[in-house]
C-alpha cells in the first residue's frame, strides 16, 4: 500500500519561511518524480513544483520561482519543499504527490498516480 505523508505546515507571518516534508512507503522511492500541489479554499488544485528522480531536473510554477525549493533525499524516501518570503497567497493546502513519468517532471496533475492527505499552510498579513 502506497503512503504520502506531510508534514511540517503551520501558521506563518507573511514573509516568513516554512519547510514542508513528505515521506513515502510501500513504493520505489528512488524510481518516481515527485510533486507538489496546492489548493486553497474553494480553487482548483494547483501545480507549484516538482523534482525528477535523480534531482537533476525541477520545474517551479512560476509563482513561486525563486521563493521555494523542492529537494529529496532518496534514502530517507523524503521529498521537502522549503518556502520562504511567504505572503497570504500561498495559504493553501499542500499535497505531494508521485508520477512514475520519467523526463521533464510534469506539471500537470493527471500524471501523478498517488497522492498525501495534504498539510495546512497559513499565511497570516
Known amino acids: 500500500q502506497v503512503q504520502l505523508v506531510e508534514s511540517g505546515g503551520g501558521l506563518v507571518q507573511a514573509g516568513g519561511s516554512l519547510r514542508l516534508s513528505c515521506t513515502a512507503s510501500?513504493?520505489?522511492?528512488?524510481?518516481?518524480?515527485l510533486g507538489w500541489f496546492r489548493q486553497a479554499a474553494g480553487q482548483q488544485r494547483q501545480f507549484v513544483g516538482a523534482?525528477?528522480?535523480?534531482?537533476?531536473?525541477?520545474t517551479y510554477a512560476d509563482s513561486v520561482k525563486g521563493r521555494f525549493t523542492i529537494s529529496r533525499d532518496n534514502a530517507k524516501n523524503t521529498v521537502y519543499l522549503q518556502m520562504d518570503k511567504l505572503n497570504s497567497e500561498d495559504t493553501a493546502v499542500y499535497l505531494c504527490?508521485?508520477?512514475?513519468?520519467?523526463?521533464?517532471?510534469?506539471?500537470?496533475?493527471?500524471?501523478?498516480?498517488?497522492w498525501g492527505q495534504g498539510t495546512q499552510v497559513t499565511v497570516s498579513s
Open positions: 510501500g513504493l520505489t522511492f528512488s524510481a518516481f518524480t
Open positions: 523534482i525528477s528522480w535523480s534531482s537533476g531536473s525541477i
Open positions: 504527490a508521485a508520477s512514475p513519468y520519467g523526463g521533464a517532471p510534469p506539471s500537470n496533475l493527471a500524471r501523478y498516480g498517488y
